[in-house]
Nanobody, 125 residues
């Protein structure tokens, strides 16, 4: 049974940094493209970052490029999201997702088969 467990969320002030973690189990982690999505109240779930299987290529939308960094540790079956210079508009529930041999530039949530339960990130101004 595949499980993705996010952690590291919280309430922070604007401008600070936060690192999210997602521990995966029940899958061959190195074969999965891993991604982070987020969903604010009343909004659609949106793509935040992805890191590919194999070469660990990364991809970001313009809204977070230069502020967020995704990384993975295949030995620990864990993917991370380092978030710097947080803004109030980054407030959302952040979800980890996995796609077997996924394409890193595929940003649609339908491309990802497995999802975590999410972790809340709240950024106050």
């Amino acid at each position: 049974q595949v499980q993705l467990l996010e952690s590291g969320g919280g309430l922070v002030q604007a401008g600070v940094s936060l690192r999210l973690s997602c521990a995966a189990s029940g899958l061959t982690f190195r074969s999965y493209t891993m991604a982070w999505f987020r969903q604010a109240p009343g909004a659609e779930r949106e793509f935040v970052a992805a890191i590919s299987w194999g070469r660990s290529d990364t991809y970001y939308p313009d809204s977070v490029k230069g502020r967020f960094t995704i990384s993975r540790d295949n030995a620990k079956n864990t993917v991370y999201l380092q978030m710097n210079s947080l803004k109030p508009e980054d407030t959302a529930v952040y979800y980890c997702a996995a796609a077997l041999y996924g394409i890193v530039r595929q940003t649609s949530k339908e491309s990802y088969a497995y999802w975590g339960q999410g972790t809340q990130v709240t950024v106050s101004s």
